[in-house]
């Protein structure tokens, strides 16, 4: 991923400065602790010109709550990189993350007392930020803060299905054990290579606002494989990948097989809020079960 130095130079507000720090080389070292980073995390380390760029090309979709900012899209990678397994060998590609504001970034309290005290403290509408969807751990107001429960419970029962009722308050209503619950499924999830990233760099569902057209949602794709996901997939180079989601299969699945070749399997599974019968959800949770089962018998 290479940067537009064109790229117009962004304005300076508190939100953003912590971005830059925290996309600064001696940030991003402590965050992936020593662990060697794909040219991807090197591109983002330098500056925010590249996600701008992104960010300008896909404005041209005119979402109806417009295009998230560049500092929201670098701060969800930087969640995703403290993440990231120091080799991936199952990408779980989904659609995209849920619309965040610059406003927003600076509402997360730190994890120390959870043993992860140098997880990126900035907030954003995603799975890797453990602020989503949890009221105890933001500083201050948030239009909407409701989480993704369904994906915590899809990614739980993958790696324990004692697990799924823990990650998620309707089940589990002390805050103590939900937090280390879903530690617990990101910790294992990466100790076994398993990464999860979207298929579109910003936002394509925002709170409270209808879903956006299937042929919008398409376009959506196609350019964001053009502007960003071929060379996010090939450069991690994973051994195998999940797509949760058939839209996104169907879309972008074929090309995600030419690009790794035959060695490296693509499956799909329908996302978990599917209105969909559950032994089409069973089957997908097997399939990821078995991929799960296979990487680690590699």
Known sequence: MGINNDGARMRSSPAVSEVRDALSQRSLAVA????????????????LEYWES??????????????????VMAAVMVHRLYWKPSEVRLLVLSESHVMTREAELRA???LDGFGHERVPELFVRMVYCLGYGERDLVDGPLRSNFGTPQF??????????????QVVERTQADFIVRMQSKLRVLETLQAR?????????VAL????????RTAVLEQALDLAWSVYTREAIREVAPRAVMIVGKMVHDRI??????????????????QPQARRPAA???????????????????
């Open 32 to 47: 992936v602790e020593g662990r060697a980073v794909a040219r991807v995390a090197r591109t983002v380390e330098r500056n």
């Open 280 to 298: 089409e959800h069973a089957a997908g949770m097997a399939r990821l079960q078995g991929m799960l089962a296979a990487i680690a018998a590699d």
């Open 108 to 110: 997360v309290w730190p």
């Open 253 to 270: 699945g074929g090309r995600i097989r030419a690009l790794l070749g035959p060695s490296a399997p693509v499956q799909w599974m329908y």
């Open 54 to 71: 992104v960010r300008t090309r896909m404005a041209t979709l005119r979402l109806p709550w417009g295009t998230e900012s560049a500092a």
């Open 193 to 201: 290579g398993v990464w999860l990233l979207d298929a579109s760099p």
């Open 205 to 212: 569902y925002a709170a409270s606002q209808p879903k956006p």
């Open 152 to 165: 915590w419970k899809l990614l739980a029962a993958a790696v324990d299905p004692a697990l799924s009722p």
